[in-house]
């Protein structure tokens, strides 16, 4: 069906149309800063003070925002979450892992941790998509992981230690989708790592961990083992490096800049509780609508498993997501797209904290537009 040619009236638009999952909306004005005063920092050396300041005003916001324990190390590297599983295998896991896996962000990180020839095979407990896995106590596993926020399904999961778990069996979570916007007790995880393209409103390339001191001791007994660890994968040195405001090798300065602004104003405007309540509005805004609509309904049966900053909605088979996200896209509201290889006529929406519930609540108003006139 070729594209109709449906203009969406100008006071029902979202005032900004960016619904990405990730990378996401970068609030206006921060590309702008990055001209102005973060244009000095371009191009010189990331060995010298000023980009050194830079990575410790990410390191200070991250540790501000998340009410760090002071024995808890903010650690960052290239490479992102993806490099960031491998990372795991090589460095955290001393022999065999547990994976709660609920959505291909999960799949994947059990995946690495499969592939790893030195470590055993690793436990998987697994839910269909749509719903939610949790790690359970094994005897046999030195970490449990899993997956914060399933970006591929819209599925969030509570960040507690397994019962039963023991002080050596570290809990680590891929936080990518959820940090910063969605609640935290950091002393629940031992691991919680994220990228800063979702809620930090960055650009992606890197990856940032919180390591309990527990991760750090596993990390030195593992790198003192004798176990082979590629420099690329080094956590001992990035924890070394990034005391000093380093990174291993050269990190992307734009980047980190982007993510330092977005941090100020995280905590300027009430932090980790300011931020959750912006997502919990703009989730209320979207499964409320999807919940009342005819032809939409939220794709996560259960309500406590919606997430806050990624929700994904399911449209009646007689409406074809294409066209509609077609229309959506000619009028300036783009990255709807549900995940790759997630089979259901579905739309999905980043909700991070830049996200306005007001822009979430206009988006339901012009898909319905849309919807009537297809
Ligand atoms: C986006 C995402 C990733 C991948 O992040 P990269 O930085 O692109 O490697 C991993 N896990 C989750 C949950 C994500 O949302």
Redesign the pocket.
């Given at each position: 069906m070729p594209t109709p040619n449906l203009q969406i009236p100008a006071d029902l638009l979202p005032a900004d149309g960016r619904f990405g999952?990730?990378p996401s909306k970068v609030p206006a004005g921060r590309l702008e800063s990055l001209a102005a005063t973060g244009a000095s920092l371009m191009g010189t050396s990331h060995r010298q003070q000023p980009v050194k300041d830079l990575v410790q005003r990410v390191r200070t916001g991250l540790r501000e925002l998340f009410s760090l324990p002071g024995d808890y190390e903010v650690v960052l590297g290239n490479?992102?979450?993806?490099?960031?599983?491998d990372l795991l295998t090589y460095a955290i896991v001393r022999e065999r892992s547990q994976h709660a896996v609920f959505g291909e962000?999960?799949r994947?990180?059990a995946a690495a941790s499969s592939a790893a020839p030195w470590l055993a095979e690793p436990a998987v407990v697994e839910a269909a998509p749509g719903g939610l896995a949790l790690p359970a106590y094994d005897a046999g596993v030195d970490v449990y992981a899993w997956?914060?926020?399933?970006?591929?399904t819209g599925v969030m999961a509570p960040v507690e230690r397994p019962k039963g778990a023991t002080a050596d069996q570290l809990t680590v979570l891929?936080?990518?989708?959820?940090a910063g916007g969605l609640p935290l007790d950091p002393a629940a995880a031992d691991v919680y790592f994220f990228?800063p393209?979702?809620s930090f409103a960055s650009d992606?390339?890197l990856?940032l961990a919180l390591l309990s001191p527990a991760a750090i001791a596993r990390a030195e007994e593992i790198a003192a083992s004798g176990r082979h660890i590629p420099a690329f994968f080094d956590l001992v040195g990035a924890i070394k490096q990034s005391h000093a405001g380093q990174t291993v090798n050269t990190p992307a300065v734009a980047t980190l800049f982007l993510m330092a602004e977005q941090l100020d104003w995280m905590n300027a405007n009430g932090g980790l509780a300011g931020m959750v309540e912006r997502t919990t509005a703009s989730a209320e805004a979207l499964y409320t609508w999807a919940e009342k609509s005819s032809y939409a309904a939220p794709f996560v049966p259960e309500p406590a498993h919606r997430s806050l900053v990624?929700g994904t909605v399911d449209l009646d088979p007689s409406i074809d997501k294409d066209v509609l996200r077609a229309v959506l896209v000619a009028n300036g509201v783009v990255d709807l797209d549900a995940y790759r290889g997630i089979g259901t006529n579905q739309l999905r929406v980043g909700m991070y904290p830049a996200v306005d519930a007001a822009d979430v609540a206009a988006l339901t108003a012009c898909i319905d537009w849309v919807v009537e006139r297809l």
């Open positions: 999952s990730g490479g992102g979450s993806v490099a960031f599983f962000f999960g994947k990180f997956t914060h926020n399933e970006t591929s891929d936080a990518t989708s959820a990228a393209q979702k992606g390339g990856w990624v």
